[in-house]
């Protein structure tokens, strides 16, 4: 177990007993572990792997037809993590401090075998015995298919990227007609068979879906589902993004609250991406994720595993480093250990409050989306 500290004054404030985490050593003994921190103090709870860069749908923001067309390269299936290299790097991850593992793309369902990998995932403990969370976000395409599968392996949530209930909208963000009755059915699904409660994410961009705002709250207010509104993010280089189609959180809420009241509630937990609120009648919550106008880099615990294996400590990073390559060169479980604790402890990103305050940022070519998950 590597317990490791860093030099920033921000990260070494003391924790107190209740706040502390111990791993079991033995019958009667338990060890203390601390968190992986980077040089801000933010702790590592969270990691997001993309198991495929395929996807079935061409959305504008993340995967647009210009650039993904019809014969653009995708990676080949023996460079893509194997399920026993994501299982390996999940489990000295959660032995130092992650709780919760994301499964994102691409489309995590076209990877051919995905219950298997949650099976195996599920199978792991925090270091207190506690189970690890699992999701999986997914444009919903497949899920009405496997969402059995899913939650008998050992999945617990899953989070739907809806962007519209218009269909003639809809069908123009995912760009290649696929209609928003399939996903609202395989919501439906994925209630029944409990995977709930379900999350339904809404980019929203000014002038081509920000009309459905309203539309969208109404329709999954009281269903028991949570839908978050996102801002349209810089990320990745070819989505044509500008500040100007950005419709803030602020507005959004502004627009909801003037035909169902609603009132802020506090945060799940510490480092929570989204800021709720919840309807004044009772009929549920939504979330807003506000990446452009109100950064979260100062409460950040997250990190990003790409497809082949290449970890990133910003969703706007320009680089990552090669975990694929130790594993597969032959290093060891302490070796790999050691460059997760190096890595996370190097951590400087603050990309978000840099691109709010118009100062210098990072130059050269962002990692896409597809590559890295949401």
């Known amino acids: ?69 019809r014969d653009y390269a995708f990676m080949p299936r023996e460079e893509l993590l194997s399920f026993e290299e994501i299982t390996r790097l999940a489990r000295i991850s959660v032995a130092n401090g992650v709780e919760k593992l994301r499964l994102t793309g691409g489309e995590p369902l076209l990877r051919k075998g995905l219950p298997e990998l949650v099976s195996m995932l599920s199978e792991l403990r925090t270091p207190d015995g506690r189970e690890v969370d699992i999701a999986v ?44 009755s399939k996903v609202l059915s395989a919501i439906d699904v994925a209630q029944e068979v409990g995977l709930g409660p379900i999350k339904i994410n ?13 539309a969208m709250a109404e329709h999954f207010r009281g269903t028991g589902h949570i839908l978050r509104f996102i801002e349209f993010m810089d990320v990745g280089s070819t989505n044509g993004w500008e500040l100007r189609q950005v419709v803030s959180s602020a507005e959004v809420l502004a627009r909801i609250n003037e035909v169902f009241p609603i009132e802020p509630l506090e945060e799940n937990y510490s480092g929570e991406t989204s800021r709720r609120w ?64 190096w890595i996370w402890n190097s951590r400087t990103d603050r990309y978000s409050e840099l691109r709010m305050a118009n100062t210098p940022r990072q130059t050269g070519k962002r990692i896409e989306m597809s590559y890295i998950g949401g």
Do not use: W
């Open 137 to 180: 976000t997914t444009n919903g395409s497949a899920l009405g298919h496997l969402a059995a599968d899913l939650k008998q392996a050992g999945l617990k949530r899953v989070t739907v990227s809806l962007d519209s209930l218009n269909d003639e909208v809809f069908q123009s963000m995912n760009d290649v007609r696929f209609p928003v």
């Open 278 to 341: 919840k309807y004044k009648d009772g009929a549920g919550e939504i979330g807003v994720i506000s990446s452009v106008t109100q950064s979260f880099c100062h409460s950040c615990t997250r990190a990003r595993i790409s497809v082949d294996g290449k970890l990133y400590t910003c969703l706007f990073a320009t680089g990552g480093h090669d975990l694929r390559e130790m594993m597969r060169g032959g290093c060891s479980d302490e070796e790999l250990e050691a460059k997760l604790a």
């Open 1 to 69: 177990m590597v317990t490791t500290t860093t030099t920033s004054s921000s990260a070494t404030g003391s924790r107190s007993e209740s706040e502390s985490e111990f791993r079991p050593t033995g019958p009667g003994r338990k060890e203390r572990v601390s968190p992986l921190l980077d040089t801000r103090g933010r702790a590592l709870r969270d990691i997001r792997f993309s198991v495929t860069d395929r996807c079935n749908f061409r959305c504008v923001y993340c995967m647009p037809k210009e650039i993904f067309g």
């Open 202 to 214: 809404m980019v929203v961009k000014r002038g081509l879906n920000d009309n459905d705002i309203v």
